[in-house]
């Protein structure tokens, strides 16, 4: 940590690799569920310009795939010559409110959904994935070889589609992600095994990334801190990836995460389980069997602001490189708090869907805590158009009981 750390605030402009970002806040991946054909809409458009003009520095598109087997579902953009127009359209959009556009890109590999894809999903080894009722294929060299051409294919897409900054997807269990976990990578090969085997892929790829595109755009990770369950990647694990990746000297940042799509949704997030919510949303062969283990998969863990920071500060420790704070900042405090910390910037996700207009209110000093309940039933939008149903509710939602310590919140806009 510099000495200058402790006078930074929270609303000043702040650099990020080559890019100037008018405050420390950057909207969080929250996959939008507005793309069905895979290509941007005006829903899209709508989504990020209402972050952009509500005061964030940057708003990240979630989740863009670099290859057709590595969208989460068809519901996915996928990265192709043609989602170039669409996407300049979204990104000028977000230019003119005065914010910056971040790409997530990544393969979702063993997360993907094979039958929603038509196409055979991807991971280190053969495995079950229920979503998609198929086996994945286990990854040869030539996939290896294929998806790390694909990752410098998407980002040149992406910076001729208007971005400033790249975020290379390496948690959740997504492909690179699962490459880093012992429990998903047994291999015996150069890629799997020892740690440094299982993070030759990761680092393949952010170096591929860098390389083809240059320093004109920030290029950064979200990288899982642990996977949260037995056998996952470890806090020890992943500071050394962390380590690596910092000596690489490919990335302007890394953001901070957890959890597992797989194995530990719930991770990710704190706060409610909307168990019944995300059941009404999968096939209807898969609600029996999801009623049954539901509570399980979607096991819940009590919620507090900054529930990352006790690990991510480990790596403000071990790291001399920009780290971004993520999960549950949702009160102006707790993100002064991230950047007091040392943290260059705070993502957030939930407390944005809830009110996208909420770092121009910190800033004007009203509404110094986010009517996000942390109920979670966003999760459950991502198929129909990601909202937050607090604000606005739909036909059919089922009513949310907005507990007591909640009730002088501002409920949104
Ligand atoms: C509805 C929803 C969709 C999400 N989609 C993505 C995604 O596509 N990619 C990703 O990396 N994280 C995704 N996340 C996780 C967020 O980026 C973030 O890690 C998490 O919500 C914790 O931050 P928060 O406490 O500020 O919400 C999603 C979260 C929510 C609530």
Same mark, same amino acid.
């Given at each position: ?5 402790? !006078? ?45 003009? &509500?005061g964030a520095a940057m708003t990240t598109v979630a989740y863009l795939s670099v290859a057709p087997e590595g969208r989460t579902g068809q519901g996915c953009l996928l ?76 980002? %040149?897409?992406?910076?001729? &589609? ?64 642990? !996977? ?22 490919a990335l302007d940042a890394i953001e901070l995460t957890g959890g597992s799509s797989l194995a530990n949704p719930m991770y990710l997030f704190k706060g409610a389980a ?16 999801? %009623? ?34 993520? &999960? ?21 996700? %939930? ?40 604000? !606005? ?21």
């Amino acid at each position: 940590m510099s000495q200058t750390d402790h !006078d930074r605030t929270l609303f000043e402009p702040a650099s990020l690799g080559p890019l100037r970002l008018r405050n420390r806040v950057i909207k969080a991946a929250t996959f939008e569920g507005v793309t069905p054909d895979g290509v941007v809409t005006d829903e899209l458009i709508d989504f990020h310009r209402r972050v952009a003009a &509500g005061g964030a520095a940057m708003t990240t598109v979630a989740y863009l795939s670099v290859a057709p087997e590595g969208r989460t579902g068809q519901g996915c953009l996928l990265l192709v010559p043609g989602a170039v127009e669409g996407l300049r359209r979204l990104t000028d959009a977000v230019h003119a409110e005065g914010a910056l556009a971040a790409a997530q890109i990544g393969h979702a590999g063993p997360v993907a959904n094979a039958s929603s894809n038509r196409a055979r999903s991807i991971a280190p080894g053969r495995m079950f994935n229920p979503l998609g009722a198929r086996f994945t294929k286990a990854a040869d060299e030539y996939d290896i070889a294929r998806i790390t051409s694909d990752y410098e294919r998407g980002a %040149r897409l992406c910076v001729e &589609g208007g971005f400033d900054s790249l975020e290379i997807h390496l948690g959740h269990n997504y492909l690179l992600s699962s490459f880093l976990s012992p429990k998903f990578n047994q291999r015996s090969d150069r890629w799997g095994g020892s740690l440094e085997h299982r993070a030759r892929f990761a680092r393949q790829v952010v170096g591929a990334v860098r390389g083809a595109v240059g320093d004109a755009v920030a290029v950064t990770a979200k990288l899982n801190m642990v !996977d949260g369950y037995r056998g996952g990647l470890s806090l020890e694990d992943s500071l050394q990836v962390a380590r690596w990746l910092e000596q690489d000297g490919a990335l302007d940042a890394i953001e901070l995460t957890g959890g597992s799509s797989l194995a530990n949704p719930m991770y990710l997030f704190k706060g409610a389980a909307p168990v019944k919510e995300f059941c009404a949303t999968l096939p209807w062969y898969l609600r029996g069997g999801f %009623r049954l283990v539901g509570s399980k998969f979607l096991r819940e863990y009590p919620y507090e602001e900054a529930y990352f920071l006790p690990m991510a500060s480990q790596f403000r420790e071990a790291l001399e490189m920009p780290l971004i704070l993520l &999960g549950g900042i949702s009160e102006l405090a707790t993100a002064q708090r991230g950047i007091a910390e040392g943290f260059e910037f705070v993502a957030m996700g %939930r407390a944005l869907l809830h009110d996208p207009g909420i770092i121009d209110d910190w800033q004007r000093g009203e509404h110094p805590v986010s009517g996000c309940i942390h109920c979670n039933r966003c999760m459950a939008t991502i198929y129909s158009g990601t909202r937050c149903p607090l604000v !606005d509710p739909r036909p059919g939602d089922a009513p949310i009981v907005v507990p007591d310590w909640a009730a002088e919140r501002p409920v949104g806009v």
